[in-house]
Nanobody
Framework: QVQLVESGGGLVQAGGSLRLSCVAS??????MGWFRQAPGKEREFVAA????????SYADSVKGRFTISRDNATTTVYLQMNSLKPEDTAVYYC?????????WGQGTQVTVSS
């Protein structure tokens, strides 16, 4: 069973940046995505990247501020987050975007102060 481990979260002021990483225990050939869940809200899609890394997609709320990428050699998916806003505060997770998803990791907390 593939395991996912997210890291890179933290506390940052509005306008700041963070880079999240997600390492899979073995290679996946799927389109991988980042998701987030804020307190009291459902988990929502943030961004996704295909196996080749060429095609990406983003939620409207993060377009132009976040960039997703992946390094298949190290089975790592990244999320570069710039111009962070307080509404970006959430626990961030990675997983397969569509279809049978992997067991969710523990996530990484991102807190943006105003």
């Amino acid at each position: 069973q593939v395991q996912l481990v997210e890291s890179g979260g933290g506390l940052v002021q509005a306008g700041g940046s963070l880079r999240l990483s997600c390492v899979a225990s073995r290679r996946t050939f799927n389109t991988m995505g980042w998701f987030r869940q804020a307190p009291g809200k459902e988990r929502e899609f943030v961004a996704a990247v295909t196996w080749s890394g060429i095609t990406t997609s983003y939620a409207d709320s993060v377009k132009g501020r976040f960039t997703i990428s992946r390094d298949n050699a190290t089975t790592t998916v990244y999320l570069q987050m710039n111009s962070l806003k307080p509404e970006d505060t959430a626990v961030y997770y990675c997983n397969i975007q569509h279809g049978a998803q992997l067991p969710w990791g523990q996530g990484t907390q991102v807190t943006v102060s105003s």
